[in-house]
């Protein structure tokens, strides 16, 4: 839904004038960021196909993004899940007095009360391998584009992203 309202709500506006001055995706912080550099890649197609777009274009896109962001996420756990850095901490397991209070005896110790690193337990606070699978299986809703609003938002891309009139 997020991605939806991203979509709708100006990141196309926004990468659009990106793009108009000359900054193109991946050149800059701006245009390498998860969202911008799908949404500039995005109209970049569309201008060159000098069409319109389409609510199915709109929803091609908040798939694009979401892709990405699960690419993002299964990248982060396999570098974390190495690492013997970190120190999971689960809040389901405790009350939060509890929590702080684990917390505070480990940063007070000398040394390490656990190891760190990824514990593949349920509720550790990390995801499985499983868990990370299935996100990539998980397809975003497109509601919010195929409503109105999504139909509203359309027609003010068109208009002034693509600078061309939707007289329908």
């Not at 299964?74 to 689960?90: A, E, I, P």
């Not at 939060?96 to 940063?107: C, E, G, I, P, Q």
């Amino acid at each position: 839904m997020r991605v939806e309202e991203m979509v709708v709500g100006g990141i196309i506006k926004e990468a659009a004038h990106l793009l108009d001055h000359g900054i193109e995706p991946g050149q800059s912080c701006a245009s390498k960021a998860i969202g911008y550099r799908q949404t500039m890649e995005w109209i970049s197609k569309v201008r060159s196909e000098n069409r319109l777009a389409t609510i199915a274009d709109l929803e091609g896109l908040v798939h694009s993004i979401c892709a990405a962001t699960h690419k993002l996420i299964h990248q982060q756990m396999s570098y974390h899940r190495k690492s013997n850095h970190y120190t999971w901490v689960s809040l389901s397991d405790e009350n939060h007095t509890d929590v702080v209070t684990n917390l505070r005896r480990y940063l007070d110790a000398e040394t390490p009360i656990q190891g760190g690193g990824c514990k593949m337990e349920l509720n550790s606070g990390i995801m499985t391998k499983a868990e990370v699978k299935h996100i990539w299986t998980i397809s975003p809703s497109t509601a919010l584009i195929k409503s109105e609003i999504g139909q509203m938002a359309l027609n003010d891309i068109n208009q002034t992203v693509f600078r061309i009139n939707n007289t329908s």
